[in-house]
């Protein structure tokens, strides 16, 4: 398997919300606002009890949270061997992670502050999407693998 490469989720995440908020279209700064608050809501998960936090993720793990029918941030970019931690941050909403174009199976059904881990050892594109709402929310995200 390759080396893994270290990725940091703010790295990652604040050139996306950038490139959203500068955008004209609604669509992307409405994105742009949802995925702030995802953050937000992330961070505060560090408050909750330790019985209901989240575990540590291995080093190297990058984020994608889903809150308000979106995946932030969508499309990701990583390197092979990158493993993806989808969380939901949603207050009662949930959501799945299916790659359904590659054949898996969708993931169970993830409540607020559960998570599904992916690790992507093949480069390639890897669209994907949120079981429930896909078809009426267009809940729809996408990972670029590269070497
Ligand atoms: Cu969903």
Request: charged fraction near 20%; glycine fraction near 6%.
């Amino acid at each position: 398997m390759p080396s893994r490469t270290l990725f940091f989720v703010c790295a990652l995440a604040a050139p996306t919300l950038l490139w959203g908020g500068a955008a004209v279209a609604g669509d992307e700064s409405q994105r742009a606002a949802i995925c702030a608050e995802a953050e937000a809501r992330l961070a505060a998960f560090k408050d909750l009890p330790p019985d209901e936090a989240l575990p540590p993720a291995a080093p190297g793990t990058v984020h994608v949270l889903m809150l308000k029918y979106t995946f932030c941030p969508s499309p990701l970019k990583i390197k092979v061997g990158t493993t993806v931690r989808f969380v939901n941050v949603e207050k009662r909403t949930s959501h799945s992670v299916w790659f359904k174009d590659a054949g898996q199976e969708e993931s169970d059904r993830l409540f607020p502050v559960e998570f599904w881990e992916q690790t992507f050892d093949t480069p390639g594109h890897y669209p994907y999407l949120c079981g429930p709402h896909w078809e009426q929310e267009n809940m729809r995200g996408a990972i670029e693998v590269t070497d």
